[in-house]
């Protein structure tokens, strides 16, 4: 069984923002497998069951904000008997240019709080990571906080989109496959709306 855990904020305020990239793209694969979420509060998250050709997955959403995420996806693991190496990380990065993703396995959190959530509580680095570009603040590069919790603008949203479209079929990779084709198949993708010139974007 494999283990998608998408990090982000719960509530409406934080939809369409970049810190809660990571519940969308568990949302579009709980949508693409049929499966719906159902609460836990034992577990301080949202959860969904599936299969994934074959393949068992735990889809989870803490909801614990972001800060405490590893108090959803530590008991999780334990519960479900899985271990680090059956857990798949999604999560935003502002190191990252919006419209990439990047897919690896174990290292630090990054600046990242909701990792260092889930290292700290699971007691391992060693874990499968996809890693959502969201960029940073085009006119304040420290704004950092401001950026990660404020919308996405139209044409950042088109892009988001197609990056999430596209880490369905990454997380499905990882899933089926293994970690080293999904890394080589998405590492260096681009989303169509980010590549294009422009004043393109919008035609």
Known sequence: MKVIAGLGNP?????????????????AVAAALGVSWKSSSSFKGELATG???????LLVKPQTYMNLSGDCVAPVLKYHNATINDLVVVSDDIDLPAGKMRIR??????????LKSVIERTGSPDFARLRMGVGRDAHNRANVIGHVLGKFSPDDRKVMDEVVAEAVKAVETI??????????????????????????GNK
Do not use: C
Not at 51 to 57: A, W
Not at 105 to 114: C, L, M, Q, R, Y
Not at 177 to 200: D, H, I, K, V
């Open 11 to 27: 509530g409406a305020e934080y939809a369409n923002t970049p810190h809660s990239i990571g519940f969308e793209v568990v949302d």
């Open 105 to 114: 396995k174990g290292g630090g959190p990054g600046g990242h709080n909701g």
């Open 175 to 200: 899933t089926t496959q293994n970690l080293e084709t999904a890394m080589n198949r998405y590492n260096g993708w681009t989303a169509p709306a980010a590549a294009a010139p422009a004043g393109e």
């Open 51 to 57: 299969l994934m050709k074959g393949v068992k997955v």
